[in-house]
Every structure is written in C-alpha cells, then in structure tokens.
C-alpha cells in the first residue's frame, strides 16, 4: 500500500462481489501489495459458484482443461482434486426414448472438483493474506463516487444499515446488467457503457438447477445407462450423472428453463419430488423409481444478486467482452467478471478478468504513485 494511504486508511482498491473473479483479483492484487477490502452483497461468497455440504454444485461444476488452464491450473495450486464427469453406458433422448453411447452429457473431457467448485471458492478465500485483503458479506453496493483522488463506496446491510468506504480505486465484479440496474454510479456511466452493460444478459442466470440425492445409482444398475438424457418434454431439459468421485454419495443433476423453471419454481418438496420422479420413470423406462432422499435447488433468476431483467428498450445480448467494459469508467473504476471477457460465460472467463483487471489496476496505481511523487519532488 502506498505509505500516504497507509497514513489514512485508504484501500488501493474495494472490489464490488465476491464472486471467483473477486477473489482471484484479490489474490493477485495482494501479493503485489496492495490492501484490498471486498464487498459482497449476499450473506456468503462465490457468486454462481455454490455447494451443498456434501460438495453438490448448484451454480457451476465443469472445467473442459484443455482450453480451461487458469481454473485447474488453480485447482491443483489449491490442492483440490478433479475427477472425470462420469458418462459410462447410454445416455437417453426424449421424446421418444432413443438410447445412445454418452459421449460426455456435458461435453467431452468435463471434468468436476472434489467438494464442487463451490468448494474450490471457499479452500481460495481461506488462502488471502487476511493482513491485506478483507471480505464484508451483507454489503450490497449502492453506489460509487468517483472523486479527485479516490473513489467512496457506499453499502446497505440487509438490516438497512449504510457503510462508506474509500479506495483509491473500485472493481465492479457484478453481472454488468446486475451492476448497471442497482448500482449508481456518480458521475453517471457514459450512455454507450451504460447502455452496453443493460443489454448483456447474465450466463445461466435464468437457469433452475436441481439436485436430486439417492441412496443408489438406480439408473446405471438399470439398462446400463449412463444416467444423462436430453429432454425436448421437461420439465428438466438435461440430466446427468452427480455422484461424487468416491462413488459413495449418489446423485443426479439436471438444467430446468423458460416455462418449465418457471412450473418447477412453483412447486412445493413434494409435488416436486413427484413430478421429477415420474419424468426420470419415463426417460430411464422404470415403472417405480426410487424417490430421491433429498432436492437441493437453485432457481438463478430469483436472485437479484445475479440476474436483472433485461430493459424492454434494448437487445438482450450475450456479447461478453464488449470493448467497452475492459476500459474504465473515469479511470479509477474498473470492470471484472466473466461477462467482461470474450469466453462463453465460464469460470475460465471470470478468471481471464481477474488477470486483466490486475493489471490494469496496478498500472493505475503506479501511474498515481509517479505522479504524486513528481509533484512532490517540484514542490521540494
Ligand atoms: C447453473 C449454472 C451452471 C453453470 N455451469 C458452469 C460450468 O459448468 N462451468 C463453467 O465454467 N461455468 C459455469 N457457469 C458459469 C459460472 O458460474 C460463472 O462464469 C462464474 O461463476 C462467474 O464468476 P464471476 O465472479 O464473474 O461472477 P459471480 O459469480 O456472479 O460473482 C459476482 C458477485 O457479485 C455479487 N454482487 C452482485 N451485485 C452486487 C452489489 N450490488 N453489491 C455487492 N455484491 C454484489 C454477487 O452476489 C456475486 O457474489 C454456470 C453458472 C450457473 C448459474
């Protein structure tokens, strides 16, 4: 930290989420030296990566290794083992009942995270220098001013309580249209960004994911199925195998969308264990199976820390790595999350913005450092 700053307790930089795409830039930002606070508005970390205690992903799962580096290359730099996503025997095709060999239900070479990617967030938040970097859980951002030499954060607890916080810089980790639609921004986003940032739809934020537990895997010991189906009737559209890599917890996963979500949200634990057993009956042809011992949901598009509607005004786009969000809103605030980059919505892509973000805020910050130290310098 710079040692006026030091002197008066400025952050060099807060950091809006607490999602993996904050926690990395937090990271890396703190082995340069830099004091870090981060502001989460739920009341836990890691965005869309999220476990149960048994290590069930409800947000993210997969990494494809191949082109993903940053993220198992992080896993094995964090000491969390990968396993492949199981895809033995014949997936199934709805309607109609067609089998076929699974050749990766969630594309070949997936591959998942011993305690889930949700775990994976929380083994890398435990790993911050606790001297340079704290997280604040229950801090919505509600708005960020920029001034001369600083920028001044202000924050809602859920019991409506209001914090400021000042930083030398700000990083905007929030879904841009998220970001857009909640925060204000002072002075104003240019129309351009502002209008950019509405229409970039959050990936997977409409999304229901649903986990459904078993004492067995039921439907491998049946017709050798691998357990994935692709379902054209719903009211889960693709399933696929969840156990854990010990093969000891059992489990399946599915995507729900659009109107089916939407009849899923509505249910209660019963009717929805109802409704999900019969259409796993009817794709796998059993006549009775088992009723799962547990459902852990996830209904995205009910979390206003992830998903905004889109404006009527505006397309609604995916076009992630728009120019305009890897350049700063009045040089001090900077935007990071995988939306910002130009990489499908994945983890990989969040972690792509905390290097770029990195970056560009250590550039700032030295660029500031020179120039008050010049100053000083002609004033001597
Ligand atoms: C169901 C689902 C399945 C997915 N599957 C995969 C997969 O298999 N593989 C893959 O690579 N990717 C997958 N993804 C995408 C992956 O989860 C994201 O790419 C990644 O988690 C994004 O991280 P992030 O840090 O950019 O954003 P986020 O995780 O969204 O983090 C942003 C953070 O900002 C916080 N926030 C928002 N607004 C405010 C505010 N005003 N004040 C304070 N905090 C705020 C949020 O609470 C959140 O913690 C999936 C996503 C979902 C939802």
Redesign the pocket.
């Known amino acids: 930290m710079h040692k006026d700053n030091m002197k008066l307790g400025i952050y060099d930089s807060v950091v809006?989420?607490?999602?993996?795409?904050?926690l990395l830039t937090a990271q890396r930002l703190s082995l340069m030296g830099r004091r870090v606070v981060i502001?989460?508005?739920?009341s836990r970390?890691?965005?869309?990566?999220v476990a149960t205690e048994q290590g069930f992903d409800?947000?993210?799962?997969?990494?494809w290794p191949s082109q993903?580096r940053i993220?198992s290359g992080l896993a094995k730099d964090l000491g969390i083992e990968t396993f492949p996503q199981p895809a033995d025997g014949m997936a199934v095709m709805e309607p109609g009942g067609m089998q076929f060999p699974d050749e990766g239900a969630?594309g070949p070479g997936a591959i998942r995270f011993r305690g889930g990617?949700g775990g994976l967030t929380k083994r890398l938040a435990e790993t911050l220098n606790a001297d340079l970097v704290t997280i604040y859980t229950d801090?919505?951002?509600?708005q960020v001013q920029t001034n001369q030499d600083s920028v001044m954060v202000t924050?809602t607890s859920s019991s409506g309580e209001m914090k400021e916080w000042q930083a030398r810089t700000c990083i905007i980790?929030?879904?841009p249209r998220?970001?857009a639609t909640?925060?204000n921004f002072s002075p104003q986003l240019n129309k351009d960004q502002r209008e950019a940032m509405l229409s970039i739809s959050?990936?997977?934020?409409e999304?229901t994911?649903i986990v459904l537990e078993y004492e067995t895997n039921w439907w491998q010991k049946h017709d050798a199925l691998s357990g994935a189906v692709f379902s054209h009737v719903g009211p889960l559209s693709q399933i696929w195998d969840n156990s854990d890599a010990e093969q000891n917890l059992f489990a399946l996963a599915a995507?729900s969308f659009d109107k089916h979500a939407q009849y899923l949200r509505n249910l209660n634990d019963d009717e929805l264990a109802k409704v999900l057993t019969k259409q796993l009956g009817r794709a796998f042809s059993v006549s009775s199976p088992p009723l799962p011992i547990a459902i852990h949901s996830?209904h995205?598009i009910t979390e206003p820390?992830?998903y905004a509607k889109p404006p009527s005004a505006l397309p609604d786009t995916r076009n992630y790595g728009h120019k305009l969000l890897s350049q700063p809103h009045h040089e001090a605030v900077f935007f990071?999350?995988?939306?910002t980059e130009p990489y499908h919505?994945?983890?990989?892509?969040?972690l792509r913005?905390a290097l770029r973000v990195t970056d560009q805020v250590q550039a700032f910050l030295i660029k500031q450092e020179n120039a008050s130290t010049t100053c000083r310098a002609a004033t001597s």
Do not use: D, N, Y
């Open positions: 809006v989420g607490a999602g993996i795409s904050a502001l989460e508005g739920r970390i890691g965005g869309r990566l409800l947000g993210a799962a997969w990494c993903e993220l969630a990617l801090q919505a951002v509600s924050s980790t929030a879904p998220v970001a909640s925060i959050t990936w997977m934020g999304t994911k995507f996830a995205w820390f992830t990071a999350g995988t939306e919505g994945h983890v990989e892509g969040a913005s």
